[in-house]
Nanobody
Framework: QVQLVESGGGWVQPGGSLRLSCVAS????????IYWYRQAAGKQRELLGA???????NYAGSVKGRFTISRDNAKNTVYLQLDSLKLEDTANYFC?????????????WGQGTQVTVSS
């Protein structure tokens, strides 16, 4: 079992920055790929990017260049750096841990942290 807890959200003015954290409990953290998503009120969930257990992250086109994912396996933590924030970035941001196994897959979700961009 893996539990994910996001933190770091809050209120920020347009153009500002925030750093979100996704902390995992449980073992074998480095075997999971971690995905960051967001969901704004009344809208569908949006994939922002992902980082494999070891390796480089990749990003959705809509946030590439503004958002940065990094990972610290020693701390069981993945970060999402949000820069140059816009009003439309307001959403609940949450992480997902996923890995494939020989006989299935493991999939865990956090509850999210709210980001509000407003002047």
């Amino acid at each position: 079992q893996v539990q994910l807890v996001e933190s770091g959200g809050g209120w920020v003015q347009p153009g500002g920055s925030l750093r979100l954290s996704c902390v995992a409990s449980g073992s074998d953290f480095s075997t999971y790929a971690i995905y960051w998503y967001r969901q704004a009120a009344g809208k569908q969930r949006e994939l922002l990017g992902a980082v494999p257990g070891t390796g480089r992250p990749n990003y959705a086109g809509s946030v590439k260049g503004r958002f940065t994912i990094s990972r610290d396996n020693a701390k069981n933590t993945v970060y999402l750096q949000l820069d140059s924030l816009k009003l439309e970035d307001t959403a609940n941001y949450f992480c997902n841990a996923h890995r494939a196994r020989e006989n299935g897959e493991d999939d865990y979700w956090g509850q999210g942290t709210q980001v509000t961009v407003s002047s």
